[in-house]
């Protein structure tokens, strides 16, 4: 899993800890423009030597900024420096089931619809998508500008999943931490990691207007 440098480090903290509830083992990116935006958005400085304690530190803390209720098992977390261009994933031959870059930046997605891998989170995606595993980018801008939707396209043709961060509202969320789970149970979804984070569409609408009409 990468996290890029766009606003929304909630919804990178909650795919990680839906990743995690399901018992996944996770390979970390975080860049280091998304260290500046996670300062910003929550208070936490990510640190490359105290990186455990600060991760535990984010994924306790929900959307509104409050203390959360998950406890972090950051045992199955192996954290990887965005400048380590030699570390582990920067490989094909390094196991991987695919990589979710959440949230991405437009900077991220050019870059990884251009092949630059300037750093290890763009080198990791390069090669998820020679190696034809899934590759889930959850693009995180509004408005998007037609070099933007370029690049999304191309990667779309490369065979990534692009999953934009926008929250649905049939679910009947109550809080914040709904809508930003409603995006994280979707990028999940596009990964076929399995997840409780938010309520399914069973349809019955039909019916409905039929009883009341």
């Given at each position: 899993?990468?996290?890029?440098?766009?606003?929304?480090?909630?919804?990178?903290a909650?795919?990680?800890?839906?990743?995690?509830?399901?018992?996944?083992?996770v390979?970390?990116?975080?860049?280091?423009?998304?260290?500046?935006?996670?300062?910003d958005?929550?208070?936490?400085?990510?640190?490359?030597?105290?990186?455990r304690?600060?991760?535990?530190?984010?994924?306790?803390?929900?959307?509104?900024?409050?203390?959360?209720?998950?406890?972090?098992?950051?045992?199955?977390v192996?954290?990887?420096?965005?400048?380590d261009?030699?570390?582990?994933?920067?490989?094909?031959?390094?196991?991987?089931?695919?990589?979710?870059?959440?949230p991405?930046?437009?900077?991220?997605?050019?870059?990884?619809?251009?092949?630059?891998?300037?750093?290890?989170?763009?080198?990791?995606?390069?090669?998820?998508?020679?190696?034809r595993?899934?590759?889930?980018?959850?693009?995180?801008?509004?408005?998007?500008?037609?070099?933007?939707?370029?690049?999304?396209?191309?990667?779309d043709d490369?065979?990534?999943?692009?999953?934009?961060?926008?929250?649905?509202?049939?679910a009947?969320?109550?809080?914040?931490?709904?809508?930003?789970?409603?995006?994280?149970?979707?990028?999940?979804?596009?990964?076929?990691?399995?997840?409780?984070?938010?309520?399914?569409?069973?349809?019955?609408?039909?019916?409905a207007r039929?009883?009341?009409?």
């Open positions: 899993m990468g996290v890029s440098g766009a606003s929304g480090t909630p919804y990178a909650a795919v990680l800890r839906g990743l995690l509830e399901a018992g996944e083992s390979d970390l990116i975080v860049s280091r423009a998304s260290r500046l935006t996670l300062l958005e929550t208070g936490i400085s990510f640190r490359d030597a105290h990186w304690d600060d991760l535990r530190s984010w994924l306790a803390m929900g959307a509104d900024g409050k203390p959360d209720s998950f406890e972090a098992r950051v045992d199955d192996r954290y990887w420096p965005a400048g261009l030699a570390a582990g994933p920067s490989s094909g031959s390094y196991p991987a089931r695919g990589m979710l870059i959440v991405a930046s437009t900077a991220c997605v050019a870059g990884v619809a251009v092949g630059l891998s300037k750093d290890l989170l763009q080198r990791t995606a390069s090669v998820t998508l020679k190696e595993r899934p590759l889930v980018v959850s693009v995180r801008e509004t408005p998007l500008n037609g070099q933007t939707l370029r690049h999304l396209v191309t990667l490369a065979g990534a999943s692009v999953v934009p961060a926008s929250p649905a509202f049939y009947g969320a109550t809080h914040i931490q709904d809508l930003v789970d409603f995006v994280a149970g979707r990028v999940l979804d596009a990964a076929g990691v399995p997840h409780a984070l938010y309520r399914r569409w069973k349809g019955g609408l039909g019916e039929t009883a009341e009409s």
